[in-house]
């Protein structure tokens, strides 16, 4: 295909050539044609000059100021989320079922809700009902509770030991001391992973 | 997972954003420090002011990580990031109006200190004082020919020529038809070859 003659190159062409891709036609053409031979080198020339512009960048420590308002997922919570996710929709069935236990939930607790808006009178007389029935059962109870303590065979010998001061004192600060030592114990033991130990392996 | 020995670089944008998404910190620094320079040379040269470029670049990178989840892999993640910076930029044009970009310092700047501290850094290429000079003078003049430009021309020509971007890419994050953006590259580039002749004379 030859180009009409006094047609010059078009934007498209202009842009091949810049990226280098100059066809045969328009080699053809900028052979021809002083005009765009012309733009053609003042076009290069502007990208070069554009291109060769100072390389910029932001202040040092410019990635911590933005990860201090970046929220990182816990990747242990991902994984748990993801699992759980995957289960509930491997299959039909278990996203069936999965629907149901959620309907389910969802539908009790507003019926639940508009039952008790609508019988507020029985709610409050079971509740005091309730409260009295807890009450007289707890004051049973600890009366049960202390009339079998005081019938124990070795209620005398501690009630020697605590009648005591010092001795008191002594098994007062060694029961703290266990009770802080279990409390120490269990927060390890409870600790979740820091973000150091989630991370050793990246 | 990633190992102690991941390299990163061999990883592709959508591997350290998976990685991202699963919590993984180093991954999030990862991606600034491949994006941190040009975003910011973007943002830069659409608003012309340092310290603005650094918030706005900066608010760029916040939005962009935390919604790491919203990122579609199938598109590319420089597109996604340089169409936040972008919309950045342009929101605050909008409600701006720019003065001629200086290298010597912020248009904003109101103490000598301040106008230091705002100027733009120039690489650190070993170059004689009067190539200096002229260096620094074709620079400003094009990057004062650069900012006159309308910010779609100034946003288009910034992604083509210094980004090297392909003009689909440049469409999809100008959120433009892709005959749109050349014809402003186009303008653009007679706008700037006018803008610039009296350098030649």
Not at chain 2, 7 to 18: G, K, P, T, Y
Not at chain 2, 138 to 164: D, Q, T
Request: charge should be neutral.
């Amino acid at each position: 295909m030859t180009r009409p003659s006094g047609q010059h190159l078009s934007p498209d062409e202009f842009d091949a050539c810049l990226s280098g891709i100059t066809s045969a036609e328009c080699s053809q053409h900028l052979l021809n044609c002083d005009l765009c031979r012309e733009q053609l080198r003042a076009d290069r020339e502007l990208a070069e000059q554009i291109a060769s512009l100072p390389l910029i960048g932001p202040k040092e420590g410019f990635a911590d100021r933005v990860m201090a308002s970046v929220f990182i997922p816990d990747p242990f919570a991902i994984r748990s989320f993801q699992a759980t996710r995957r289960r509930l929709l491997s299959s039909p069935r278990s996203l069936a079922i999965a629907a149901t236990f959620a309907l389910v939930l969802v539908g009790s607790m507003a019926g639940s809700i508009i039952w008790s808006l609508e019988n507020q009178d029985t709610l409050a007389s079971i509740g005091t009902w309730l409260f009295a029935q807890t009450g007289q059962a707890l004051w049973l109870g600890l009366q049960g509770l202390a009339s079998n303590l005081i019938e124990q065979p070795w209620y005398t010998g501690l009630k020697s030991l605590v009648e005591n001061p010092v001795r008191l004192a002594v098994i007062s600060a060694a029961a703290s001391f266990v009770y802080l030592g279990g409390l120490l114990a269990l927060r390890r033991l409870l600790a979740l992973p820091t973000q150091r130990v989630a991370h050793a392996n990246v | 997972m990633p190992s102690a020995r991941t390299d990163w670089a061999r990883l592709s944008d959508q591997d350290v954003v998976l990685r991202a998404r699963a919590g993984h910190e180093a991954a999030y620094r990862e991606l600034i420090r491949r994006y941190e320079r040009p975003v910011f040379a973007l943002v830069f040269r659409m608003v012309r002011d340092r310290e603005l470029a650094e918030d706005l670049a900066q608010e760029t990178f916040v939005k962009a990580l935390n919604a790491i989840e919203s990122y579609r892999p199938e598109f590319k993640f420089s597109s996604w990031i340089f169409k936040i910076a972008n919309n950045a930029a342009i929101d605050h044009l909008r409600r701006r109006e720019l003065d001629t970009l200086s290298l010597d310092g912020s248009p904003h700047a109101e103490t000598p200190e301040a106008m230091q501290a705002t100027a733009l850094q120039i690489g650190a290429r070993q170059e004689t004082p009067l190539e200096t000079v002229e260096a620094k003078e074709l620079g400003s003049a094009i990057e004062a020919a650069i900012g006159s430009l309308r910010p779609e021309y100034r946003a288009c020509i910034l992604l083509r020529h210094v980004e090297g971007r392909p003009y689909e890419e440049i469409a999809e994050i100008l959120n433009l038809p892709l005959g749109t953006v050349k014809t402003y590259i186009h303008r653009a580039r007679h706008e700037l070859r006018h803008s610039l002749a009296h350098l030649k004379e």
